[in-house]
């Protein structure tokens, strides 16, 4: 079989493929906003000094960064009717279930990432400017929003731009439980029409759009803050 290059700009694959690419930003963007604020809390969790908490956000990366995504997908998908009813939880399942849990557990998984790289930018930071804050008579949320978050941001956005991109690849996993992303796409219409190299083509160009557009706008950002700082 030959292949058909007119077939990726037709009516079917469009269509497909804008489905697709609304289900991936939808999930990209919600798990990466949900991520952001778990990475946020685990690395101040880690570096906070005491104890058991340290534990604790040790402990977070440690289980979410070491089981694999499809794993995780699996378990929450399954697991939750087990582990809660329904509908004590009604937000579960209101709407659509598949992209709640993938939203949920790939906001998990990506958080565990991101809080690595959050944690590194703190550590990267000397101690000695936070403690030299506190005896200016700063509070500590004050040297942290003053002194400690201005020299962290050119730190990790590097690491994040990474990790923005690796929320969207990861959402190509989550056609395992029944979101019709851009994979998920691609499949159906291979399906359909026995066109699998077009459908992937196709689906890889949109992928190569959203990664490329993250990037710009990453790079964008850590000149704007370069210059700021």
Same mark, same amino acid.
Do not use: H
């Given at each position: ?16 493929v804008w489905s697709g690419f609304q289900f991936t930003i939808s999930v990209s963007l919600l798990s990466g906003i949900g991520g952001l604020l778990i990475a946020i809390v685990v690395a101040?969790?880690?570096? !906070? ?38 509908? /004590? ?8 279930? /598949? ?7 790939? !906001? ?63 959402? !190509? ?10 994979t998920s796409q691609a499949q159906q219409i291979e399906a359909e029409t026995f066109r699998g190299f077009e459908a992937m083509t196709a689906v890889t160009l949109a992928y190569i759009l959203? !990664? ?18």
């Amino acid at each position: 079989m030959r292949i058909d290059w007119q077939f990726l700009v037709s009516e079917r694959v469009l269509e497909a493929v804008w489905s697709g690419f609304q289900f991936t930003i939808s999930v990209s963007l919600l798990s990466g906003i949900g991520g952001l604020l778990i990475a946020i809390v685990v690395a101040f969790l880690q570096v !906070s000094g005491r104890g058991w908490l340290g534990r604790a956000g040790r402990g977070y990366v440690a289980v979410f960064r070491n089981i694999p995504l499809i794993v995780q997908l699996f378990f929450w998908y399954f697991g939750l009717p087990m582990i809660v009813v329904p509908r /004590e939880l009604p937000f579960l399942i209101a709407g659509n279930y /598949e992209v709640t849990v993938a939203t949920l557990v790939v !906001s998990l998984y990506v958080g565990a990432y991101a809080a690595e790289v959050i944690r590194g930018g703190i550590e990267a930071i000397p101690y000695g400017q936070f403690e030299a804050a506190l005896a200016s008579g700063l509070n500590q949320p004050q040297a942290f929003r003053y002194i400690i978050v201005p020299q962290l941001i050119p730190i990790v956005l590097p690491g994040m731009t990474n990790e923005a991109i690796n929320v969207v690849k990861n959402t !190509s996993l989550t056609m395992a439980i029944g979101v019709p992303e851009l994979t998920s796409q691609a499949q159906q219409i291979e399906a359909e029409t026995f066109r699998g190299f077009e459908a992937m083509t196709a689906v890889t160009l949109a992928y190569i759009l959203v !990664s490329g557009s993250i990037f710009a706008i990453m790079a964008g950002l850590e000149r704007l803050v370069r210059r700021e700082t």
